[in-house]
């Protein structure tokens, strides 16, 4: 069993587990100024933007936006360097929307300094930077007419992520940039965009996307702990939370893990290594940040969403557990399947993912490409980096040298 001061960590090594249509219509509103602000505390008055980005010189805008079914999402808006950067296309900044995973917000984004950390490099380069949170995260809590204490608004899985959240931050910022966007998702931001673009969506406003440690497969990941929590998420763990909030800090979710330490062959003491692979290049300071900001909540379902991707070895539409039940929802008694091989073969997509991965495995990554070998050679870039696993990719004190600056060429090769 590990020990007490450990479970936390192992929460939030769970969060790196799974860490963007037709138009859908997006309720945009916005708070705040492009100003400086120094405010440190981490309170939904300030926002991610006071608590990460303005202490650091650079301008940044808080807004929020509506899904179709009610959600009132948050946003962060970097819309230039700390000295205007310079523009990529003409006098248009090109915007750059990036998706963060499970169990996690879009502070993740932020934990190292402004010169290592992916949204301001961005700034920097001359991009304009919209940072997506999903539904259940602390700024993001509001909905219209439900509250995060009814099991009514627990009741989605990353469908509805793929479905309401992504269109509705999609068409916001094409609505206030009138460009098309770039997407980068990490993670579950990658099984997000990958399932989106698979059902035709995003068409009308993605200009390319980045995916880095891809898990749109999940059958070959090869860690006990993970392992053993996807079976438990499955299973049991519906009797114990139901339809409702999966908060990984409440004793509920300690309770959980606790029995996932007992199982044979689990490791609970090198965490973060047991279930990501061993990361080659985070910085303590960075990792400590994260313990202080995440893990943040999602929903039951969403979880047990996940643990099916795993057991099932496709990517498909939540399973209801019983033939009626699907076909109630679906019209058929299995849940329909996200065929990645339908994404568009002439959008540019640019994959980068690491050699130490124990989540985002490399005989899944291959599925992944198999899944994508019609695509046109000329538009889709891989980038293998043999010591990185999965928290590397947005922590990684040289993610910058290896990752970011081959993600900036490549958007900026997309005239």
Known sequence: MAPPDLLSLALLSLCLLVLVVEPHIAYGSSRGSFGLNNGAAASAVNGICATSVTIHGYKCKEHEVKTQDGYILNMQRIPEGRVGGSSCIGHKKQPVLIQHGVLVDGMTWLLNSPEQNLPMILADKGFDVWIANTRGTRFCRKHVSLEPGQPEFW?????????????????????????????IGHSLGTLLGLASLSEG??????????????????????????????????????????IAEFNPKGEQASIFLKSLCNYPGVDCYDLLSALTGKNCCLNSSTVDLFIKNEPQSTATKNMVHLAQTVRDGVIAKYNYGRPDYNMMHYGEAQPPIYNISNIPHGLPIFISYGGEDALSDLRDVQLLL???????????????????AHADFIMGINAKDIVYNQIVQFFKNQR
Request: charged share 20%; aromatic share 16%.
């Open 201 to 242: 969506h995003q068409a009308h406003t993605l200009k390319s996307a980045a995916f880095l440690s891809p898990i749109a497969y999940l059958s070959h990941m090869n860690t006990a702990l993970g392992v053993v929590a996807a079976r438990a998420f499955v299973g049991e763990i519906t009797t114990m939370f139901g």
């Open 370 to 388: 198999d899944s994508l070998k019609f695509h046109d050679v000329d538009k889709l870039m891989i980038q293998y980096i043999k010591d990185y």
């Open 155 to 183: 009741d989605w899985s990353w469908d509805e992520l793929v479905s309401y959240d992504l269109p509705a931050v999609f068409d916001f910022v094409f609505s206030q940039t009138g460009q098309k966007i770039h997407y």
